[in-house]
């Protein structure tokens, strides 16, 4: 059993920087990838960004050139650079673990973003 714990959400205003932090009670080197989501209101929820074993990174669409997926194997911990932060990306902002056919899920952090 893997816990995942979200830090760093709050309100910003639109063009403004946040870093969120995903603290795993585990090594993140066992994980398979490990991935941020999000949800806004009214809507699914959607892959935000995703960093596997090998390092290699992948990003929507609509964050890519604003946010950066990393990760800390030292401290167990993956991270989610924002910049030039949109109202379009309010939302709670989850980490995600996978390993295999198992995954697990932080309790989310929030995220808003004021025009």
């Known amino acids: 059993q893997v816990q995942l714990v979200e830090s760093g959400g709050g309100l910003v205003q639109a063009g403004g920087s946040l870093r969120l932090s995903c603290a795993a009670s585990?090594?993140?080197?066992?994980?398979?990838?490990m991935a941020w989501y999000r949800q806004a209101p009214g809507k699914q929820r959607e892959l935000v960004a995703t960093?596997?074993?090998?390092?290699?990174?992948n990003y929507a669409d609509s964050v890519k050139g604003r946010f950066t997926i990393s990760r800390d194997n030292a401290k167990n911990t993956v991270y989610l650079q924002m910049n030039s932060l949109e109202p379009e990306d309010t939302a709670v902002y989850y980490c995600?673990?996978?390993?295999?056919?198992?995954?697990?899920w932080g309790q989310g952090t929030v995220v808003t973003v004021s025009s």
């Open positions: 585990g090594s993140i080197t066992s994980m398979n990838a």
């Open positions: 995600n673990a996978r390993k295999l056919s198992s995954t697990w």
């Open positions: 960093i596997i074993s090998g390092g290699y990174t």
